[in-house]
Nanobody, 121 residues
Framework: QVQLVESGGGLVQPGGSLRLSCAAS????????MSWVRQAPGKGLEWVSG????????SYADSVKGRFTISRDNAKNALFLQMNNLKPEDTAVYHC??????????????WGQGTQVTVSS
């Protein structure tokens, strides 16, 4: 079965950085686009970033463009999100998500339990 396990979250001061990781299993990772989505307290899921199956094409929400970088290592079935210049409004639970084959990157059929990112002084 599909499993997605995120790690790397934590408490960081505004302007700081974190690198999130996602370990994927149970499907052919290299065949699927992947995304990161987040859920802030009291809000719905928000798409953050997506990457195609080969890793050569990426996209970002306007709110994180220029600060976050998505990447993947298909040999290790791993997805990453480098987050720089973090802001308090980035506080959320971050989930990696599998994109259904052929779908828009904002669609997802599986996501992990998530990792908490808190940006506060």
């Amino acid at each position: 079965q599909v499993q997605l396990v995120e790690s790397g979250g934590g408490l960081v001061q505004p302007g700081g950085s974190l690198r999130l990781s996602c370990a994927a299993s149970g499907f052919t990772f290299s065949s699927y686009a992947m995304s990161w989505v987040r859920q802030a307290p009291g809000k719905g899921l928000e798409w953050v970033s997506g990457i195609n199956s080969g890793g050569g094409s990426t996209s970002y929400a306007d709110s994180v463009k220029g600060r976050f970088t998505i990447s993947r290592d298909n040999a290790k079935n791993a997805l990453f999100l480098q987050m720089n210049n973090l802001k308090p409004e980035d506080t959320a639970v971050y989930h990696c998500a599998k994109v259904p084959w052929g779908s828009d990157w904002s669609a997802y059929d599986y996501w992990g339990q998530g990792t908490q990112v808190t940006v506060s002084s």
